[in-house]
């Protein structure tokens, strides 16, 4: 019997599946999606996720990444990594590098899709396939987070992220966070000629009308896109458990909050690390509390970034504040890093 079965060929799927793999389990994922696979995101990686992946043996191509920069018209607020850079890199390219350890491992990645997931005292059963546990890495809206009624409503208003790229040379090596009245956009640089821009915004409207509130940027930028756009939302997903039997959820699947600031990759790492660990151990139970110690940070910082981002008297604080505070500004980013 296999092991471990993995819904999803996604980074925090294959991160899981790197994690057994080296652990000595008998590994599959399950990805009916034809690898790299692309994903509205920020692309930039923090510190953190840079080390684990290095540990999982992930070779990362990119652009090396040494801070923070926020900006709000002529305010600026900037923060070093202190302990060794982020990366940027493009989705796909991660995601190929993830493949490429996945497949020195021997890991199976078979084209196939979960439905319906079945289980017992002794095992798990899906799409033709039965083993000990199944982790649902299928994303934020994870079919089997559904299927098991894991999910809980949310009442606050939804925010959506819009992601496009720019063929132009990087003007920092920061990646910079530019904020309007009602969204952010992220820079990150990608390459010698390349950068993308991720707009996060509770606004439904195109890309470029959402461009259209960072006016600066927006002349910088529009006559270099290089690449179609895309989305992802709603963003904020309530959790009521990340266990349910011998099914574990990992990365988006198992909760998100906001890309505000940018440790998904990171948690998703962490997250795969101790679902192996408690599947070794055969005890899926402590995975719940593994789970919640490993993201109790980032779920302070970004629901506090969150809740002062929402507030209509808050908000236009937030770039003067950290740059009236530099030395605590630097903190919280060195936290999140």
């Not at 793999?21 to 953190?48: H, Q």
Request: include cysteine; hydrophobic fraction near 45%; charge should be positive.
């Amino acid at each position: 019997m296999i092991d471990l079965l993995i819904a999803g060929g996604g980074p925090a799927g294959l991160a899981t599946a790197i994690h057994a793999a080296s652990s000595g389990l008998d590994v599959v994922v399950a990805e009916p999606r034809t690898a790299p696979i692309d994903k509205a995101c920020g692309e930039g990686l923090m510190p953190g996720a840079v080390r684990a992946l290095r540990e999982l043996g992930v070779e990362l191509p990119g652009r090396p990444i040494h801070g923070i920069r926020y900006l709000d018209g002529e305010r600026l607020a900037e923060a070093r990594f202190r302990e060794g850079p982020g990366r940027g890199v493009r989705r796909t390219a991660l995601h190929e590098a993830l493949s490429r350890r996945a497949a020195d491992l021997g890991v199976p990645v078979l084209p196939l899709r979960i439905g319906a997931v079945h289980q017992d005292a002794h095992g798990v059963s899906a799409a033709g396939l039965t083993a000990r546990y199944l982790a649902a890495a299928d994303g934020l809206h994870s079919p089997v987070r559904r299927q098991f009624g894991l999910e809980r409503a949310d009442p606050r208003p939804p925010r959506y992220g819009l992601r496009r790229h720019f063929t132009m040379a990087p003007w920092t090596d920061c990646v910079e966070v530019h904020w309007s009245p009602r969204s952010e956009a992220y820079v990150t640089p990608l390459a010698p000629d390349l950068v993308g821009v991720a707009i996060l915004t509770s606004q439904r409207a195109p890309f470029d009308e959402q461009l259209g509130s960072f006016p600066a940027l927006a002349r910088l930028l529009r006559p270099y896109a290089a690449s179609p756009v895309r989305g992802a939302g709603p963003l904020r997903r309530r959790v009521r458990a990340r266990v349910a039997g011998r099914v574990l959820l990992v990365g988006d699947a198992a909760g998100y909050i906001d890309a505000l600031t940018g440790e998904g990759i990171s948690l998703a790492l962490a997250g795969a690390a101790h679902l192996v660990r408690c599947v070794r151990a055969d005890r899926p139970q402590d995975y719940e509390q593994a789970w919640h110690r490993a993201s109790r940070r980032y779920r302070l910082l970004t629901e506090g970034l969150l809740r002062a981002r929402s507030h209509p008297r808050l908000a236009p604080h937030i770039v003067p504040l950290a740059r009236r505070l530099p030395a605590v500004f630097s903190h919280l980013v060195n936290q999140l890093a």
